[in-house]
């Protein structure tokens, strides 16, 4: 599985072929740039809510399950994997790999998940268990896990570190930590500023494009690096893009364009859907209310105005895996980046 094939293919209708389903907003984590916990859940998004979303789609093809920390409901999760697996659909699990051990990587690997996609931001039990409070032994457990994803041969294994001001100075040192784990799979996501916990800071666009193109310069030989959110922060216009231009069409960098609103929504546990989770979190229904595949097909406003601004006056131009350097690739019209 390539990761991120449906999130970067261009596309010309809106049509689902990807949906984010947050089986949970629980987490045992407190992360103070995500905040994406509810100690009160009064709603959860079951295994059998989420089979009766999925089968409805006759176009889809990958399903990520998110949280909060969607391992806590893992026989919901293991659930979705078995009937995604028995009608084709791949598989992605997005976790913090705390709640992982051999047995249930072994149970999902059998049940036929595509992708586990662990969150990574530190290289030290201490430092990990300071920033998310919790045990330090909890983080040799997820190296642990992650280890046992790498080696499990079928299991396409992703880390993702986000960038905020704890990472930003360690992005290289956690890269070659990372890559001495044996993922080949790097995901470097942008933080996109939040009022959960009073999180608002962000890094300045020159600062970020210095931070990624020395990462790139270190890059491991064998890992493909993703950069994404990245347009929320440097545009094709802004003055920082020539610094990061030259790194487009680098072997194994990738500046993946978000196509959410388009071709995936994201579903939280509650069912409101939105279009996108993480830049533009506005609810344009409800799966308890109205069949997601029903809302699609109507094309409300609230969608097809949120497409529409994403490609205006070609403001937002894609640049993505061109052939050359110097090689400019637009995006198709419509098309949705983040």
Known sequence: MAFKAIETEASNEIQLRSVELAITSRCNFRCSYCGAFDLNERQVLTGDAAIDIISDLPHLERVKLSGGEVLLRFDDCLQVVQYCAS????????????LLDHEKITTLKNAGVSCLH?????????????????????????????????????????????????????????H???????????????EIPGIHEGYTSTTP?????????????????????????????????????????????????????????????HVHSNGDIMLCELGAPSVIGNVFQTRLSHLVESRPESLLSFVKSKHVDGTHVCFRNCDTPGE????????VLH
């Open 118 to 174: 662990f969150s990574l931001d530190f290289t030290t039990a201490e430092e990990h268990a300071r920033f998310y409070r919790v045990r330090p032994d909890v983080f040799p457990k997820i190296i642990n896990s992650i280890r046992e994803s790498v080696a499990s041969g079928t299991i396409d294994t992703v880390v993702e570190t986000i960038v905020f001001n704890e990472t930003k100075k360690h992005l290289v040192e956690i």
């Open 176 to 190: 070659d930590f990372i890559a001495d784990l044996g993922v080949t799979k790097h995901e470097i996501q942008m």
């Open 328 to 335: 400019k690739k637009a995006a198709s019209p419509l098309r």
């Open 87 to 98: 009608r084709g659909i791949e598989t992605q699990i997005n976790t913090n790999g705390s």
């Open 205 to 265: 666009a020159d600062e970020l494009a210095e931070l990624l193109c020395d990462l790139i310069d270190h890059q491991r030989p064998g890992v493909h690096m993703y950069f994404s959110c990245l347009s929320a922060y440097i545009k094709p216009t802004s003055p920082s893009f020539p610094r990061i231009r030259p790194y487009y069409g680098r072997d194994g960098v990738h500046f993946a364009g978000c196509i959410e609103g388009k071709n995936q929504l």
